[in-house]
Structures are given as C-alpha cells and as structure tokens.
C-alpha cells in the first residue's frame, strides 16, 4: 500500500532559523509567499503539523482565499483540507484554533501512551487515530491516511517533524522560503531539528527551481534516496 505525495512548506531566515530561540513566531513571508502557501493548502488533501507548533503558534491551517475555498466546495469538497496534529501525549488544547476557525475534518494522531481521558476529549473535537508506543508511527500513520483518500500531504513543520518525516524517508519534495532577515541563536529551532543524519547518511536534494520572492527566495528541492 502507497502513502501519500508529501512535501514539507516552510519558511526560515537567512540563517536558517524557524522561529525565536524563545520559539516566539516570526513573520518570515511576505504577501507573495504567504498566498503561495494559502494555494497550496487549498489544493492539498492534507495539512499536518507538530503539537509543537500549536502549542507555539495556534495555527488555524485554514485556507484564507473564499474564491479558493469556493473552488473547493465546486470541487465537492470541504472548504479546507483535513488538518493534522501529530500529538503523542493528546495535548493540543480543546479551544485550538484549528478546531474553532474554518470547515473541514480534524485529525488528531496520538500514540499508545496518552492519557485515556485526554483521549476521550479529543474525540468529541476530531477523528483520533491512535499509532505508535510512544511517539506517533508516521509510516503506519501516512499508510493509513493514504487508505482514507488522502493523495497530497502538506506537512507545515515545525522543525522536529520535519527531522521525523525526512528521517523515515517520507518526504518527496521541500519548498523553502528564505526570507530577508536573520533570527540567530543556538537553541532556536531550524527548518530540520531532531538527532541529525550522521556524516554517512546525509540525506541529499536536488534543486528544482529558485526564484526571487517578496524580500526573499523560494528554494525548491526533491528529496533523494526517500521510500
Ligand atoms: N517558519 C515556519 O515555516 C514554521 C512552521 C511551523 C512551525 N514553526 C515554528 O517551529 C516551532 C515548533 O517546532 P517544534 O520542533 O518545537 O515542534 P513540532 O511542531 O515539530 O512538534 C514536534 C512534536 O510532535 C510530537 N511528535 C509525535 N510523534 C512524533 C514523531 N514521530 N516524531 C517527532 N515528533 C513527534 C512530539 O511531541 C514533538 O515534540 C515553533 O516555534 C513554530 O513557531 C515555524
Ligand atoms: N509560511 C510561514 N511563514 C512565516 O512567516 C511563518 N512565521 C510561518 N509560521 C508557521 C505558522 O505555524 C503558520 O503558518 C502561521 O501561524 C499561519 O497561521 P494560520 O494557519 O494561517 O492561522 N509560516
């Protein structure tokens, strides 16, 4: 069984940084750049995200162009795509903004070792797919949204998902945008955290275009040696 087409959308600074070394958000985009990433959320299936990230950010994920989101429900679709919070412990809040803003079917993915009562709270707010001991299995996890329709992931960070996806090879494509500022400092979080790929497994891109964008530039990669 396949898994879907996956490509992470980010944004980061000169120096390569996410966020705020306080994981305080910073507005990286420009106008240009951040209705690139409302089309593409309008023509994907899926948006996932960390629980990090809704714990930094309160993302809501939705698609914020009403002509997009009318092309949508043309289409016979929900006006947004389903969103995703990969939540081992069950912890995204009940008042996220993913759950009060925009239409669309939720999907919390928890691991085994939840709490049962946080779990039965969630359920009353999304679709609770529970995979993994302790953290979420995401290659059963994509198998499995793969099985329910979804052809085209979005995955909009933050920074150790996107290490877990790469790292288990589940990422086809990287669009990043480089914007025109520096945020530095050691422990603010970068396009890709996590344990790191050792010197012998290095994981490999390949350029697929580059082009001038607001104050920045949109690098767009193929990600090698991926399953
Ligand atoms: N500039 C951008 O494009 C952008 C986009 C998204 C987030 N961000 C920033 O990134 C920061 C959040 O990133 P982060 O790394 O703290 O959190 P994250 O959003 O990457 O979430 C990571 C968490 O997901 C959970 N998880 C469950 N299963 C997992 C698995 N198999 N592998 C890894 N994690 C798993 C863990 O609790 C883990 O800590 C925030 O500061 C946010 O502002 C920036
Ligand atoms: N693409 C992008 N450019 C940025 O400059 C920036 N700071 C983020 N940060 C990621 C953040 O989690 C969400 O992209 C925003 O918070 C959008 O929020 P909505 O989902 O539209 O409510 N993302």
């Not at 070792?113 to 290659?139: C, F, H, N, W, Y």
């Not at 050792?198 to 390949?206: G, Q, T, V």
């Amino acid at each position: 069984m396949g898994r879907p087409f996956t490509f992470i959308n980010s944004a980061m600074s000169a120096d390569g940084k996410i966020s705020t070394k306080e994981r305080k958000q910073v507005r990286i985009s420009g106008d240009v750049d951040f209705d690139r990433m409302d089309e593409l959320r309008a023509t994907s299936d899926a948006i996932m995200v960390g629980i990090g990230t809704v714990l930094a950010d309160d993302p809501s994920l939705t698609v914020k162009s009403k002509s997009r989101r009318s092309a949508r429900k043309d289409n016979g679709s929900d006006e947004g795509p389903i969103r995703i919070v990969i939540d081992s412990k069950a912890r995204t809040p009940l008042d996220a903004d993913i759950f009060i803003k925009g239409e669309g079917k939720r999907i919390i993915a928890v691991s085994g070792s939840a709490p049962e009562d946080r779990v039965k709270m969630l359920q009353q707010k999304a679709l609770v797919i529970t995979v993994g001991d302790e953290q979420v299995d995401l290659v059963a996890l994509l198998k499995e949204l793969y099985s329910m329709g979804v052809k085209r992931l979005m995955v909009e960070g933050g920074a150790t998902l996107n290490w877990a996806m790469l790292s288990n090879g589940l990422v086809d494509e990287i669009y990043s945008f480089v914007g025109n500022l520096l945020i530095g400092g050691t422990c603010a979080p970068t396009l890709v955290d996590g344990s790191g790929f050792h010197e012998d497994d290095i994981l490999k891109l390949d350029l697929m275009s580059m082009e001038k964008m607001d104050e920045g530039v949109l690098l767009k990669w193929a990600v090698l040696n991926r399953y």
